[in-house]
């Protein structure tokens, strides 16, 4: 028998009111053991009651058809609702009933690696937080927010512009369990006019899990390094500048294509399916053009222009809304199921939202417990629409500026709406609003109530947080206690907030905690979002920030950041502070933006601390912190000639090269233009004259005469490297020269030692002179055996150099211990013979004497124990820079990221793959990107 949704709902409660007995009978011995087997039996019974509920039809979707994500996964959040026990305890089994249905519920429950959980289960969890209250800072060793770096796998094109701010792509996985699917694809909406054969409006990729190596997922048949094309379809000249919807099944989705005075919700199915083609990036085609796919349209009711408004999708009715810029609210049903058609009928729909001056709607928000329909204006005011009978309640204002641009975040289970805002209504600040719906509505010209997140802006919008998963895991659903995170300060440089949830009589906002600057220009971040991974227990926060910076410096480009938030502790690790111990590893951001590593030195080292000011921070290492005459640095390796380095405490010595030497060619009349003068360097003579025919047979080298000794000289200059007056000579391979003027300077290229010449001759002693003197042989440099220079023993350079090749071991090792002596270095290097120096401390803590180097051509072994300091005293820290971007891989594109969704189907442990679009540039800016969070520290 086909069980429908009351009939299902009748059966729970008559079997909660059969096994809520237990009340009216005494706990005698006898009551305890029927009450204990009632328990076991009504465990049983939720269990096979949520299994009928979760068995319908309309949400029947299981681990091999696959789940959805897309932006409206990020806007419906549910707190745990709990078990049927605990709710049919608190009278909320209708709520409960409406969350467990609920298909995005299921969606969520199953991408966060959720499972039935027992009473039992429920007690440890109150136990745990119990002890969490008790300890208060349980986690004190823990310096807070924490950063870790992740590889970018791919990024493939989208064409002429990227992904609108604040918009989402979809991603489609077949499992979150299973091994990664390659068959798993991404949704890019691309927001620029599409144009036929060249220009798409939409783009699907698969074959996703590839990382340009040869053990990636999915490299397999046809050796494949980059993600798929599974479609790419020009579907009309307008953009789709919104976020995608994913229909119930695989290969369907629907969208919005913006047009100004004429929208289109589109409904694509079977996409990338089919035929020999579904398009390219550069060579879009039509869906149902050589592929099977199909794509429907309904032209927006009314004329109306959608530029902000993404369709949301009610998957157990198979209807969306969307808004429109004129304040009007659309219902669209069938969806999936049939041919697409807007609902116009019935006095309701379209239903006008908005009657304000500025009314452009942002996406609306389905909340299934309530019914209702929640959505924003661009005057700032929030509005509840009771979709069966159009009936508004409409918010006090809650915004200026820019209003509402962000749709709002709804946590159906406990009852409570979020608003976030760039520009609060009184103008002063960043703010993020909270609404409680336990009635079932919001309150007409209520604010609800608010916090204030950083100053204002009234051009730049404040996208949405996330909670983190302490708030998605609390004992009690329906009053979760956690943490929302959001990028604020929308008037000043973008800086992460923790903010506290609590309830008492609703949702309570607590005192805002403010974490580390994102970057340091006044830009909007992506909307954030948080993902659970379940095989490391790690709590993972993404966001990105587009314009000229990655972190809180002068950075160049767009990144995208991680934060390890499992603690739920205020996010203020990340910059530098004095006077600190820092473990070996732990990382900071810099004064310019870049993540640094502590590597070496006193980093987890008993008594060594950072300095008490902030280090000069460069991009490679620095030093930090004590003067200790015990702190040494390292040597690196470096066989070229010249140019290696030894870093000694605060000391760097470098590695003098041989200096090539050069001689001026000074041409002060031009050449005869009958011809017959000649040049000669090092062999190889140049015939000067006006006329390439005139030039000798052989291959000879000609120079034009120009008619001015300063082209004449540019001319020579060309020849010698290449450019003949006859053409195709090649160039001279024993020198280099410049020209300044008419006087052209040839330099060796190869040093030598005695007597190493290039000879430069002329056979006129009136037009070409050389060093001033005609009809000379020249040797380069000063004279005789002085080509090129040894370097020195001056600080602070050592000798490296000994003739025309690189020193023996025991010189170097004598040169570099000369070249420190001849500075106030905090150690005392000594050399006796051998091919090793001795380093020995000299500071008031100084280290174990006798720590010797060993010293090879390459200057390689360099090493100590412990490693970068010598034994004992307190050490000064050793950064070494990750890079740019809070030591995240930054985009190359300078434009940040979209909003960002995330799956766990990576093969390595705790793996967590980001998929996002660049926002809008031009060219090779826009496209779809990949990365992959090992998610390890």
């Known amino acids: 028998m086909k069980l429908n949704r009351g009939w299902r709902a009748r059966l729970a409660q008559t079997l909660l009111q059969i096994f809520n007995f237990n009340a009216d009978y005494k706990p005698s011995c006898i009551y305890h053991a029927l009450r204990g087997m009632l328990i076991r039996v009504l465990r049983l019974t939720g269990m096979i009651v949520v299994a009928t509920l979760a068995s319908g039809p309309l949400v029947a979707q299981d681990e091999t058809s696959g789940f959805p994500d897309d932006w409206t996964d990020h806007h419906v959040v549910f707190s745990d609702p709990g078990t049927l026990h605990e709710a049919s305890g608190r009278g909320s089994f209708d709520t409960w009933y409406k969350v467990v249905t609920d298909p995005r519920f299921i969606f ?19 136990d745990r937080d119990k002890e969490r209250d008790k300890d208060g800072d349980h986690n004190r060793g823990d310096r807070g927010l924490q950063m870790t770096a992740f590889d970018r796998d791919w990024a493939a094109p989208l064409g002429g512009a990227g992904v609108a701010p604040g918009m989402f792509p979809a991603k489609w996985t077949f499992s979150v369990t299973a091994a990664p699917s390659c068959n798993d694809y991404v949704v890019f909406p691309v927001n620029t006019a599409g144009a036929s054969g060249s220009q798409p409006n939409i783009v699907g990729y698969t074959n996703l899990y590839v990382d340009g190596t040869a053990s990636a997922v999915c490299y397999g048949a046809g050796h494949l390094l980059a993600p798929t094309v599974l479609f790419s379809y020009f579907v009309g000249a307008g953009t789709v500048q919104t976020s995608p919807v994913l229909g119930p099944s695989a290969n369907q989705v629907a969208y ?58 009610d998957y157990a009715n198979d209807l969306a809304y969307v808004g429109d810029d004129s304040g009007k609210l659309h219902k669209i049903t069938p969806v999936f199921n049939g041919a697409p058609a807007e609902v116009t009928t019935g006095g309701v729909w379209p239903v006008t939202v908005s009657t304000q001056a500025s009314k452009i709607l942002t996406g609306p928000v389905t909340d299934n417990v309530t019914g209702r329909i929640f959505i924003g204006d661009s005057q700032g005011y929030m509005y509840s629409v009771n979709p069966t009978t159009g009936t508004i309640t409409r918010s006090g204002q809650l915004a200026i500026g820019t209003g509402i641009v962000e749709p709002p975040m709804v946590d159906s289970t406990a009852s409570s709406v979020y608003v976030f805002v760039g520009d609060n209504a009184g103008g002063t600040a960043s703010a993020v609003y909270v609404f409680n719906i336990s009635s079932g509505d919001i309150a007409a010209t209520s604010t609800g109530s608010n916090v204030t997140v950083g100053i204002n802006s009234a051009t730049i919008p404040v996208y949405g947080g996330d909670f983190d998963n302490t708030y998605f895991t609390s004992a009690n659903g329906l009053q979760p206690a956690g943490n929302l995170y959001v990028c604020g300060n929308a008037g000043g440089n973008p800086t992460l907030y923790k903010i506290p949830i609590a309830y008492s009589s609703g949702p309570v906002l607590g005192t805002v905690a403010t974490g580390p600057v994102l970057a340091n220009s006044n830009v909007a971040c992506s909307p954030l979002t948080e993902f659970f991974n379940t095989t490391t227990s790690t709590d993972w926060l993404f966001g990105g920030v587009p314009g000229t910076s990655c972190g809180a410096g002068t950075g160049a480009g767009g990144c995208v950041m ?5 603690s739920g502790t205020t996010p203020t690790a990340g910059p530098w502070t004095p006077s600190s111990a820092f473990a070996l590893n732990s990382e900071v951001v810099d004064t310019s933006g870049r993540i640094q590593q502590c590597t070496g030195g006193g980093c987890g080292v008993a008594g060594s601390t950072s300095g008490t000011t902030t280090p000069a921070w460069t991009a490679t290492t620095t030093t930090d912190g004590g003067t200790n005459a015990s702190s040494v640095g390292t040597v690196t390796a470096n066989s070229a000639v010249g140019g290696a380095t030894v870093t000694v405490g605060t000391l760097v010595l470098t590695a003098s090269a041989p200096t090539p030497a050069s001689s001026p060619i000074l041409i002060n009349s031009s050449p005869n233009i009958l011809g017959g003068d000649t040049i000669t360097i090092n062999g190889t003579t140049y015939d000067w004259t006006v006329l390439a025919l005139f030039c000798a047979g052989g291959g000879q080298k000609c120079v034009s005469i120009g008619g001015s000794t300063t082209t004449d000289a540019a001319n020579l200059n060309s020849a010698i490297g290449g450019a003949c007056f006859n053409g195709g000579c090649g160039a001279d391979t024993t020198v280099t020269a410049t020209v300044s003027g008419s006087t052209v300077i040839v330099t060796a290229i190869i040093p030598g030692t005695t007597a190493n010449s290039d000879p430069l001759l002329t056979n006129d002693s009136t037009a070409i002179h050389i060093n001033g003197a005609a009809n000379t042989s020249t040797t380069l440099g000063a004279g005789t055996g002085t080509l090129g220079t040894n370097g020195s023993n001056t600080p602070p350079n050592f000798q490296y150099w000994g003739g025309a090749a690189p020193t023996t071991t025991a010189v170097l090792a004598s040169n570099i211990s000369a070249a420190a002596a001849g500075n106030s270095a905090n150690v005392t290097l000594t050399y006796t013979s051998g091919n090793t120096f001795t380093a020995s401390g000299t500071g008031t803590n100084a280290g174990a004497a006798g720590n010797s180097v060993a010293i090879a051509n390459t200057l390689t072994g360099f090493t100590w124990s412990p490693t970068g300091h010598l034994a ?48 809008s540039g031009t060219g090779a800016t826009n496209s779809a990107v990949k990365m992959t969070q090992a998610g390890l520290q």
Do not use: C
């Open 108 to 126: 969520q429950h199953h991408k966060r690696g959720e499972h039935s959980r027992s009473d039992n289960d429920r007690d440890k969890d109150r």
């Open 562 to 566: 991680s934060f390890n938030i499992t």
């Open 872 to 919: 004992g005293g307190t050490n000064a820290l050793i950064w070494t820079s990750l890079g740019a971007g809070n030591g995240q891989a930054t985009a190359a594109e300078a434009t940040g990221s979209s909003g960002i969704v995330i799956d766990n189907v990576g093969t390595g442990t705790g793996e967590a793959s980001i998929y996002f679009g660049t926002l």
């Open 256 to 313: 919005v294509e913006s047009i100004v005075g004429g929208s289109k919700f589109h409904v694509l199915k079977g996409a990338g399916t089919g035929g020999p083609t579904n398009g390219t990036i550069l060579a879009p085609v039509a869906p149902g053009a050589g592929n099977s796919a199909t794509d429907a349209f309904v032209t927006l009711n009314g004329g109306v222009s959608v530029t902000r408004s993404s369709p949301f999708y």
